[in-house]
T-cell receptor
Framework: AQKVTQAQTEISVVEKEDVTLDCVYE???????LFWYKQPPSGELVFLIR??????QNEISGRYSWNFQKSTSSFNFTITASQVVDSAVYFC?????????????FGRGTQLTVWP | DTEVTQTPKHLVMGMTNKKSLKCEQH?????MYWYKQKAKKPPELMFV???????INESVPSRFSPECPNSSLLNLHLHALQPEDSALYLC????????????????FGPGTRLTVL
């Protein structure tokens, strides 16, 4: 079973629109971490955020915000006033306890295209 | 500084060639990773090194041979590859070394785009 589901394969918006990328996860562990990475066309995965399972506070960083809801097992990512430079593939990922090294479970990614 | 560097950026090789990919980090991280990523797919874990020792091999074919000469360097030796091995190869590192290392953030390099002819 997929541990991380990103149901939106592709999203297209016009600049300045707000856009939300959905992420739903599945785990039996009580301690886990969730991540978002951005992968622009150049290929590098850029780390955006890490959130642990005990911290449900929403987080805002500039135009980016994250909404973590354990009740729905979701960790959604919103970009406010999107820009062309936000065009990229965005991956949500999960790591669980029980190992000494993190095994990152990635979702399939959401391709975001922002048109000028 | 959260920089992981990878060389070369692009590599084209024949099926009989031997080549190597190189990854370097100077963040003092003790865990390093190789991932393979095909187009429109998420990265797939290949190998994990912890304190310069191989700790995870995800049943990768022997034509891929990893090496960790020291804590800052990670190599991936390639030999007799197949066209289906063409992909983006990503290196990552994380702090490692502690009881909660499972949760460390992995920082990725820019990748090497490999084409096997």
């Amino acid at each position: 079973a997929q541990k991380v589901t990103q149901a939106q394969t592709e999203i297209s918006v016009v600049e300045k629109e707000d856009v939300t990328l959905d992420c739903v996860y599945e785990t039996r562990d009580t301690t886990y971490y969730l991540f978002w990475y951005k992968q622009p066309p150049s290929g590098e995965l850029v780390f955006l955020i890490r959130r642990n399972s005990f911290d449900e506070q929403n987080e805002i960083s500039g135009r980016y915000s994250w909404n973590f809801q354990k009740s729905t097992s979701s960790f959604n990512f919103t970009i406010t006033a999107s820009q062309v430079v936000d065009s990229a593939v965005y991956f949500c990922a999960l790591t669980e306890g029980g190992s000494t090294l993190g095994r990152l479970y990635f979702g399939r990614g959401t391709q975001l295209t922002v048109w000028p | 500084d959260t920089e992981v560097t990878q060389t070369p950026k692009h590599l084209v090789m024949g099926m009989t060639n031997k080549k190597s990919l190189k990854c370097e980090q100077h963040m003092g991280h003790r865990a390093m990773y190789w991932y393979k990523q095909k187009a429109k797919k998420p990265p797939e874990l290949m190998f994990v090194y912890s304190y310069e020792k191989l700790s995870i091999n995800e049943s990768v074919p022997s034509r891929f041979s990893p090496e960790c000469p020291n804590s800052s360097l990670l190599n991936l030796h390639l030999h007799a590859l197949q066209p289906e091995d063409s992909a983006l190869y990503l290196c990552a590192s994380s702090q490692g070394g502690f009881s909660d290392s499972a949760f460390d953030t992995q920082y990725f390099g820019p990748g090497t785009r490999l084409t096997v002819l």
